[in-house]
């Protein structure tokens, strides 16, 4: 395997598991660079990339954008709520004006399921989807898989569980592709509102009791609840989840094993998780953080090599 | 595809030894000088160098670093290949540091060129030498020679210079290959 076998990354669905072991194996290089006293390398000096967010982004912007400026590529950023689409500017017309100031790369966030393929189809440029809706994170599943290989040594065999708020999550789906095809278990659990109604034909396990789904898996990745993408009441409160879905440290007590706690962040401390399991060695979540600059570094290595 | 012997096992073998007892004559005994093999044909020659150091001229303190200088290259994207970056093993802090870069074959200057860059990223060596088993002079881009070679080779552009160790094939040698 010496190449990926895609020119866009635009979700897990469209990679190979040859394409993301190529990914960590690179970030695994990339991971040594950023320890390094000057964690710079002059790899993508020629090319310069555009990061659309159309949508709210804290860390995986910065994340992107250091990943970026590591590999020395020029950096323009665009924030939606001061841009031109307020006056009426198509996606189309945004991005082509944008590329017209010779951009080659193009990291786009954007509310729409499906905007990161369509932009694929019309723009002439290597586009990276950074989140579409609640279709797909595909940066979010490597970074997670990849730190679940750092800590247990590999993805294949393991029983994964993803709690939390499913129906709205794009996390999720880039997660179940991800760990399916590195061989792993996946089994998602929330309360039944948050879960979408077919998704047991992707071959998940659906479990709504989170201590069974606990006392089951190697490996839990909590979600946050989103509530800005919630249109009805899909729970009666904050504290009702809380006291059903939550995570507190006596659940992860009460297990005979140690399992692995991941969060993709930002973390609603006291809803999905207690600080007391956020804070714990069980944690990995600024490991996570972490490998998402080494992982966003190989993707986009790789990706330039392409374009 | 034809090929010509260059270097003997027997030949390689004195070589090595010349190169390792002039190493000693320039860095007594080691004690602020550090080794870097460039990945990834250059570690296993650097090995070699480090095993007659402390095997047959004694010396105990005699540090190891493999540099890998994928991400420096200067043809990144300009290849049809990608480039896969190797093991990087610098944990061996080169400031202030004599350093010796261990490399195979000297061509165009440019991988040498790209290690001069890359060992910035872990500070500022205090000199920096070089040394090759084969310098094939008159291939230079750039203004680069060897401060410590083991053999000068003339070889046209379509000819190839490669050099196959006992560990990965079985037998020390050097040959000229036609591509």
Redesign the interface.
């Given at each position: 395997m010496?190449?990926l076998s895609v020119k866009h990354l635009l979700g897990i669905k469209y990679v190979t598991e040859e394409d993301i072991q190529l990914i960590f194996?690179?970030a695994t290089?990339f991971k040594?660079?950023i320890n390094?006293?000057?964690?710079?390398?002059?790899?993508l000096r020629?090319i310069t990339i555009a990061n659309l967010f159309f949508e709210n982004s804290t860390r995986t912007k910065l994340s992107f954008e250091l990943a970026q400026k590591r590999?020395s590529a020029d950096v323009i950023n665009f924030a939606s709520s001061m841009s031109s689409l307020k006056k009426g500017e198509t996606l189309i017309d945004t991005v082509n004006n944008i590329l017209s100031m010779k951009v080659d790369m193009v990291v786009m966030r954007h509310s729409s399921p499906g905007a990161a393929s369509f932009l694929a189809q019309h723009v002439n440029a290597t586009i990276i989807n950074a989140g579409d809706g609640a279709h797909e994170h595909p940066t979010q599943a490597l970074l997670d898989t990849f730190s679940i290989k750092e800590r247990l040594g590999d993805v294949a065999g393991k029983k994964v569980v993803i709690v939390g708020d499913i129906l709205h999550s794009r996390v999720a789906l880039s997660n179940i592709f991800a760990l399916q095809k590195l061989g792993a278990q996946v089994c998602v659990c929330g309360p039944k509102t948050l879960i979408p109604k077919h998704i047991s034909s992707l071959g998940v396990k659906i479990e709504t009791n989170v201590q069974k789904a606990l006392a089951w898996c190697d490996v839990a990745n909590i979600l946050r609840v989103q509530f800005e993408r919630m249109s009805a009441s899909y729970f009666p409160s904050n504290r009702e989840y809380a006291a059903f879905y939550g995570i507190t440290k006596p659940m992860i007590d009460a297990l005979d094993k140690e399992i692995v706690i991941m969060h993709p962040g930002p973390i609603n401390r006291g809803v999905e998780l207690s600080s007391e399991v956020v804070d714990s060695n069980q944690a990995i979540i600024l490991d996570q953080v972490e490998n998402g600059v080494a992982i966003r570094m190989a993707v986009l290595?790789?990706l330039?090599?392409?374009? | 595809m034809s090929q010509k012997l260059l270097l003997s096992d027997k030949d390689l073998h004195i070589i090595l030894f010349r190169l390792a007892c002039q190493l000693k004559e320039t860095h007594g005994d080691f004690s602020n000088t550090l080794l870097i093999g460039l990945q990834p044909r250059g570690v296993r020659l650097a090995e070699r160098l480090l095993h007659i150091l402390q095997h047959h001229y004694k010396v105990s303190d005699v540090k190891l670093s493999q540099l890998?200088i994928?991400?420096?290259r200067d043809d990144?994207?300009r290849s049809d290949?990608?480039?896969?970056?190797?093991?990087?093993d610098?944990e061996v802090s080169v400031e202030n540091k004599r350093i010796v870069l261990i490399d195979d074959v000297l061509y165009t200057g440019r991988s040498i060129r790209a290690a001069l860059?890359a060992i910035?990223?872990?500070?500022r060596p205090s000199e920096v030498q070089l040394l090759t088993l084969i310098d094939r002079r008159f291939s230079r881009h750039l203004p680069i020679q060897p401060d410590f070679c083991g053999r000068q080779v003339d070889a046209i552009q379509n000819e190839r210079v490669v050099v196959s160790w006992k560990e990965d094939h079985d037998e020390d040698a050097v040959y000229m290959v036609n591509k």
């Open positions: 010496s190449e194996d690179t290089q040594e660079v390094r006293p000057i964690k710079k390398v002059p790899s020629d590999l290595y790789l330039a090599a392409k374009s | 890998d994928t991400f420096f990144f994207r290949k990608v480039l896969h970056p190797s093991i990087n610098m860059t910035d990223s872990y500070g």
